[in-house]
């Protein structure tokens, strides 16, 4: 849910959450208000929030157990800090309301932009509800590989905006910066296995994956086929095995040309990308073959392989 506001010829929106009116007194202190309105903008441990607003630790502590409880923030992440693991607590929303009585139909209100089902995982309520990781372009893992993937990335995040309402503030990690309760979110992971690690901890969960002992082609478990080309990449959206209640997408090829060929044909061929494998249209798992249509060296289209 959204509050929007027009002005100028500008459109102006924030995610909204509505609250029951006998929550509104968790928020009826001036500390308390303060505290989420700075939880909003800077996730952060409740002695530091001390630290920041001038005030008494255990006041911050009082309040942040209340906000939380009533639902107005919650923990984000956990952190070593002073030998201890300290908490990291955000607002749950950018802004809260209370109704005084029932919404009421209306035809004067924007329309609601069509989401993919392929997609619903990803993004709630037109905001982006999921962690993007990208490989780092600095040598890291075994193979002290670099990434050139995250590049592509743009242009996904270009196609992801069509569908959200809001843009949140920024939702990208490289690989070497994500940590163990990152990866219970929903995750949008670029890049294939030697290039991003959370990718390689990923791909034996998959029903479409790298094969290390081929090169890191890609095998398919649905066909019994192995595509070895280096323009080859795949599309799955898959449970994240790091939480069940979340899903990963994960777009990659086996080079940095695969990335390319599966994010073009997120861009170019979504309508055939979210009807599922072409050998088991219950599982969503593409695998693509880049195109160079003009004769650049440089994948444009694809085809879809299966």
């Known amino acids: 849910m959204f509050i929007v506001k027009k002005d100028k010829n500008k459109i102006f929106s924030l995610p909204t959450q509505e609250i029951k009116p006998e929550q ?22 409740p002695s530091n929030v001390a630290k920041k607003l001038k ?33 990291i607590y955000e607002a749950s929303n950018k802004s809260f309301f209370f109704k005084l009585k029932d919404l009421e139909e209306t035809s004067k209100i924007l329309q609601v932009k069509n989401k993919s089902r392929f997609l619903q995982e990803f993004i709630n309520n037109g905001e982006l509800n999921a962690q993007i990781i990208v490989g780092s372009p600095d040598p890291h893992g075994p193979e002290r590989a670099r990434s050139r993937d995250g590049y592509y990335g743009i242009d996904l995040a270009l196609f992801l905006g069509t569908f959200l ?34 990718t390689e901890r990923v791909n034996e969960h998959l029903p479409i994956m790298f094969k290390k002992d081929l ?49 073009t044909a997120m861009l170019k061929h979504f309508d055939k990308v979210k009807e599922g494998n072409n050998y088991n249209k219950k599982i969503d798992a593409k695998v693509v073959l880049g195109l160079d249509l003009n004769s650049d060296g440089i994948v444009d289209d694809v085809e879809i392989l299966e």
Request: net charge positive.
């Open 24 to 45: 509104m007194k968790y928020v009826g202190s001036e500390l308390a208000l303060k505290i989420l309105k700075y939880l909003s903008e800077n996730p952060d441990y």
């Open 55 to 87: 005030v008494n630790e255990q006041k911050v502590y009082y309040h942040i157990r209340k906000l939380e409880k009533a639902g107005f923030i919650k923990i984000s992440g956990r952190e070593e800090h002073l030998g201890a693991t300290a908490k």
């Open 165 to 198: 309402n809001y843009v949140p503030d920024l939702s990208v990690k490289l690989d070497t910066e994500v940590r163990e309760e990152d990866l219970k979110n929903n995750l949008i992971i670029i890049g294939g296995p030697v290039i991003n690690k959370v």
């Open 215 to 263: 090169g890191w082609s890609i095998y398919s478990k649905l066909s019994n086929k192995r595509y070895s080309d280096e323009e080859a990449g795949v599309i799955v959206k898959s449970q994240n095995p790091f939480n069940k209640n979340k899903k990963i997408l994960l777009i990659a090829g086996k080079r940095y040309s695969g990335t390319r060929a599966a994010i």
